[in-house]
């Protein structure tokens, strides 16, 4: 193999004809110069330099060996100059993925305003459930991501970015008879506390975003709906086991499920015409277009918290940037 130390000496010294100078370049000692010469000499079997006490010169070998010698350190610095770019530009990638509805929350917000002011990043965003955002974070195959918990186990072994709680919330035509008219129970809004980076632990302090009860509408006991046929997201979205742990915490441990699906506007659009009712997260859908439906807390009140999150340990500098940026805004 190549010894390009042993290169660049007997090129420095064929450039310079001599050998204190090429020792001052190189930084190093005249014998560490010519033991490098002569290493070189030996492994080639031809003398590359002409050395007597008045003069040096660069052999007839030498002269043949020099613009190749010249050439191997020229394609020596262009890769290593190739392979800092390469990881000066991965230093500026981020990959991110959230969970589909992350359009709802302020996650997206962060996402959107962190790619205008930061333009030299360049970001990539996909979506996914949390099971899977989490199983390619453990693979190194993404760099942050916003995920949902309904427990802190959920992210134990990562660095936890807390921002929202989302309660749940049963929707149901507004002329349902459980609708009541007027409201007897006081909203469940709870005013935001500043957010920092932490561990798994911090979900459980998540800050609950200011939230009011439908108007006209008070908050509901899921053991008053035990009765309804339920409309639910399926596995693949990672809400049906919750939904059904919380309706067994309620005394429904055998719900009469009519649909399983992943499509939020198939569901509303089924409550629509009377087909059953739907638990859901408050943050993950929208009624504008469904004037005729509302949306209710639950009492007792259940939260799932939503978080960015990453790897522990050291990170590009574009992940760090993200990450910074996002607890400022998450705080604020």
Do not use: C
Not at 44 to 59: M, W
Not at 185 to 209: F, H, I, K, Q
Request: net charge negative; hydrophobic share 40%; no cysteine.
């Amino acid at each position: 193999m190549v010894d390009l130390a042993k290169i660049r000496s007997f090129v420095t010294v064929a450039e310079t004809l001599n050998y204190t100078e090429a020792a001052n370049r190189l930084f190093t000692s005249q014998a560490t110069i010519s033991k490098h010469i002569m290493a070189l000499e030996q492994e080639l079997g031809v003398k590359l330099i002409n050395r007597d006490h008045r003069s040096i010169e660069v052999s007839a070998a030498g002269r043949i060996a020099l613009p190749y010698a010249q050439q191997l350190l020229k394609t020596q610095e262009e890769m290593t100059a190739a392979l800092s770019a390469q990881r000066s530009e991965r230093q500026m990638r981020l990959s991110v993925r959230g969970i589909p509805t992350i359009s709802q929350y302020k996650a997206f917000t962060v996402i959107t305003e962190f790619s205008k002011q930061h333009p030299e990043i360049d970001p990539t965003f996909r979506e996914d459930e949390t099971d899977a955002l989490l199983a390619a974070l453990r693979k190194a195959e993404v760099d942050v991501v916003f995920a949902r918990f309904f427990d802190a186990d959920g992210a134990r072994d990562f660095e936890v970015l807390p921002g929202e709680a989302d309660r749940f919330v049963i929707v149901l035509p507004r002329e349902h008879h459980l609708v009541a008219a007027e409201t007897s129970e006081s909203p469940l809004g709870m005013s935001s506390e500043s957010t920092v980076s932490g561990t798994a632990a911090d979900l459980s302090e998540t800050p609950v975003p200011g939230t009011s009860a439908p108007e006209n509408s008070r908050p509901i006991r899921l053991a008053d709906v035990g009765g309804e046929n339920f409309l639910l997201l399926d596995d693949s979205t990672g809400m049906q086991k919750p939904v059904l742990r919380l309706l067994a915490e309620n005394g429904i441990s055998d719900p009469s499920v009519v649909y399983l699906g992943r499509r939020t506007d198939l569901i509303l659009g089924m409550i629509r015409r009377g087909m059953g009712v739907s638990v859901m997260m408050e943050g993950s859908f929208d009624l504008g277009d469904y004037p005729d439906l509302i949306s209710v807390p639950l009492t007792p009140a259940s939260y799932s918290h939503l978080a960015f999150v990453r790897r522990k340990g050291k990170h590009s500098a574009a992940n760090d940037l993200f990450w910074n940026f996002a607890r400022q805004r998450l705080s604020s």
